[in-house]
C-alpha cells in the first residue's frame, strides 16, 4: 500500500522539481564545489512545512560521512527564528544561489522572520520537496537533509580556546548543531 502510494507521488514530484529548472543530482558524483569552502560563499538555510516556513543565511557547516550516510552539518543559534523551525521539522533544505547572491544573503542574514516574509519580501517563491521541505526555485542547488541528530553546543566540552572565545560576546546565544542525512539533491 505504502509502496503503491509512493509509486504514485515520485513521478510528479520529481516534475514539480524538473520543471523549476533543477535536475537531480547523486551529490557523491556530481557536487562540484570544494567542500572545504562551500559554506564560507554563504547557503540558505530553509525549513517548516507548506503552513509555514523560514530561511536564513548560513556560514557555518560541512559535508561529509557519518554513519554510513553522506551527511550535512548546519549550526543554528538559539535566537533564530529559523531555529523553531529546524526542531519542529524532520527535514531541511541547503541552498545556493548565483542570481542575486548578495541581496538574498544579506536580507536572509540580517532581517528575522518574526518580522515579515523574508522570501516575500525578496520575491522568492517557494516549492516543496516530496517530503514537504521549502526550498526556493530562485536557487541554484537544494540539498535536501533529513535530521538524524541535533544538539545545541555545551560549554563543558569545549577543547579550545576558540570556542570560548567566540561565545564570550555573542548575543544570539550558543549554537545547536544539526546533522542531516542527504535524500535529495537538484542543481540547474
Ligand atoms: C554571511 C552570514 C552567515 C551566517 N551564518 C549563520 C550560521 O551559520 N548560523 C546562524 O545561526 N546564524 C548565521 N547567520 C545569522 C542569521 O542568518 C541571521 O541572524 C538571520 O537574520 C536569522 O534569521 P531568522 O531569525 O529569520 O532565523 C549568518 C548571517 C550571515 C550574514
Known amino acids: 500500500m505504502l509502496a503503491m502510494a509512493l509509486m504514485t507521488l515520485a513521478p510528479s514530484t520529481v516534475w514539480a522539481q ?64 529559523t531555529k523553531q523551525f529546524m526542531d519542529r521539522s524532520p527535514y531541511f533544505t541547503v541552498m545556493a544561489f548565483s542570481d542575486r547572491k548578495d541581496e538574498i544573503m544579506e536580507y536572509m542574514g540580517t532581517k528575522s522572520g518574526r518580522d515579515g516574509d523574508k522570501a516575500k519580501a525578496l520575491g522568492l517563491h517557494t516549492a516543496y520537496t516530496e517530503h514537504g521541505a521549502p526550498y526556493y526555485i530562485e536557487a541554484d542547488i537544494v540539498v535536501e537533509c533529513r535530521t538524524m541528530y541535533a544538539a545545541p553546543f555545551d560549554p563543558q566540552y569545549f577543547k579550545s580556546e576558540v570556542p570560548q572565545q567566540m561565545y564570550t560576546n555573542f548575543s544570539a546565544g550558543l549554537h545547536t548543531m544539526y546533522i542531516g542525512e542527504v535524500v535529495g539533491a537538484w542543481q540547474k
Not at 530553509?46 to 543565511?57: D, F, K, L, V
Open 18 to 81: 524538473s520543471e523549476h529548472g533543477f535536475k537531480p543530482m547523486t551529490v557523491e558524483q556530481d557536487f562540484a564545489d570544494n567542500g572545504f569552502s562551500w559554506f564560507r560563499h554563504a547557503l540558505l538555510l530553509a525549513a517548516g512545512n507548506r503552513e509555514q516556513s523560514n530561511a536564513m543565511t548560513i556560514g557555518w557547516g560541512s559535508i561529509g560521512t557519518l554513519w554510513r550516510k553522506t551527511a550535512v552539518t548546519v549550526y543554528v543559534a538559539e535566537n533564530r527564528y
